[in-house]
């Protein structure tokens, strides 16, 4: 019989310690929001495969679409021969593009190869070497967009300089005493003492940082920065690679600002578990690379594409932009109701759109992050099989990630179970 113990020795022994693995239990399979390991034991999916599941686990209408695939062709290289599927996909992105006038995409298979391909298409545009970026973002760990990534370690930890052209100001964030104002000084700075405006590409910035901690984007800074790329001539990058396709609410998390970007990173929940990534941009922008500079060997597979078609149909037929809304209040609800509790470890900091709720593990005598507390939160949850990550520039952020298509009564049992999991982490 397999087991979880020898699968995580085996794991051990044929792989490098620099692929980090949040649990010592192995997948054997998934249905929905729920998930079962090799010993048989259940689990309830708050993470979602790092919010790649918004349509759940094998979600009947994408397995059928990715069967049908299967069975004309699996891979032609679009380069080289293309197909339907591909020019199918970049038509409904480009209908759902969150700025005004003609759009372009282009497909790629992950998330860091959409934000380096837009780093380049942003540069070929401007004919401009100068990124900015933001501290605390995940933008990647190749070596260009960990670069980007504004967090040392693990992501940046004995890998050398990072390349030139990359500059990072610090995020706004309430909970970390950092204010709009105060980034937007940064940046001035930033344009004084290191880098003309005139020689900046593209910002990029994720509307809801992910693995800095699920916080916000604030209004006021993206306007803010629409402004200075208008006022500039740099292209505004949103990094939508964990925040599109109904995770906050709205199709893409810049929606609810109101501002227009000039590209946009799309990969996670695009193709419900298969890979397959994007570069959604302004016309006239996105055609400024020369023919051939675009594109990869893998990059918008057809079985991928046959999903994302299915996902994006899902995502309307089913409602998952106002469920993910109906779905975050019922998570908060219930946050804001264990937090009132004396009898659990503390919480705070409840936040996020739609379904994408976080909340801070605080120490019980000073307040502080408490990142060996929310490891006991993680620990315990999976004893009561539920599935949670952390993240946060101090570890002690969990972030709620269920797929949108749980129902009202697997989200209660998970609900349940963290609730458990907190008291548990106290005692």
């Given at each position: 019989m397999t087991d979880n113990d020898s699968l995580q020795h085996r794991r051990q022994t044929a792989l490098p310690r620099g692929i980090g693995t949040a649990f010592p239990v192995f997948a054997q399979r998934a249905e929905g929001s729920e998930l079962w390991d090799v010993e048989g034991n259940r689990y309830i999916d708050f993470a979602a495969g790092i919010a790649v599941l918004n349509t759940g686990h094998r979600h009947p209408k994408v397995m059928a679409a990715v069967q049908a695939q299967l069975d004309s062709f699996t891979h032609t290289a679009f380069q080289i021969v293309p197909y339907e599927p591909y020019v199918a996909v970049c038509e409904r992105l480009n209908a759902l593009a969150p700025f005004s006038g003609p759009a372009k995409s282009v497909l790629f298979s992950t998330g860091a190869e959409a934000v380096e391909n837009a780093i380049k298409i942003a540069r070929a545009h401007t004919g401009r070497p100068g990124i900015i970026a933001f501290s605390g973002a995940f933008h990647g760990r190749t070596t260009f967009t960990m670069a980007l990534t504004g967090k040392v370690a693990p992501y940046k930890k004995k890998f050398g300089i990072s390349p030139p052209g990359i500059f990072h100001v610090p995020f706004p964030a309430?909970?970390?005493?950092?204010?709009?104002?105060?980034?937007?000084?940064?940046?001035?700075?930033?344009?004084?003492?290191?880098?003309?405006?005139?020689?900046?590409?593209?910002?990029?910035?994720?509307?809801?940082?992910?693995?800095?901690?699920?916080?916000?984007?604030?209004?006021?800074?993206?306007?803010?920065?629409?402004?200075?790329?208008?006022?500039?001539?740099?292209?505004?990058?949103?990094?939508?690679?964990q925040t599109g396709f109904a995770r906050t609410g709205k199709m893409f998390g810049i929606e609810h600002s109101g501002v227009e970007p000039d590209l946009v990173t799309v990969a996670k929940a695009l193709a419900g578990g298969f890979p397959l990534s994007g570069v959604i941009g302004?016309?006239?922008?996105?055609?400024?690379?020369?023919?051939?500079?675009?594109?990869?060997?893998?990059?918008?597979?057809?079985?991928?594409?046959?999903?994302?078609?299915?996902?994006?149909?899902?995502?309307?037929?089913?409602?998952?932009?106002?469920?993910?809304?109906?779905?975050?209040?019922?998570?908060?609800?219930?946050?804001e109701t264990a937090s009132r509790r004396n009898d659990i470890t503390p919480i705070a900091f409840i936040r996020g759109p739609g379904s994408m709720v976080a909340f801070d593990i605080v120490s019980r005598t000073d307040g502080g992050p408490d990142a060996a507390a929310a490891r006991k939160v993680i620990q315990a949850a999976l004893v009561e099989g539920l599935i949670l990550l952390s993240c946060g520039i101090h570890g002690n952020t969990i972030r709620l990630l269920n797929p949108l298509t749980i129902s009202d009564a697997l989200l209660n049992e998970g609900l349940k179970k963290l609730e458990k999991a907190l008291i548990a982490a106290w005692n």
């Open positions: 309430e909970s970390h005493g950092v204010s709009v104002a105060e980034s937007l000084r940064a940046l001035e700075t930033l344009f004084r003492a290191d880098i003309d405006p005139s020689e900046v590409a593209a910002i990029i910035i994720e509307p809801v940082q992910g693995e800095g901690g699920f916080l916000p984007a604030p209004t006021e800074l993206l306007v803010a920065l629409r402004q200075i790329a208008d006022q500039h001539g740099m292209v505004l990058i949103a990094d939508e690679i302004r016309a006239t922008i996105m055609d400024a690379p020369e023919a051939g500079g675009l594109g990869g060997t893998y990059a918008g597979s057809p079985i991928a594409c046959a999903a994302a078609l299915a996902v994006l149909d899902v995502i309307i037929e089913e409602g998952l932009v106002a469920r993910a809304n109906r779905l975050g209040e019922r998570i908060k609800g219930a946050l």
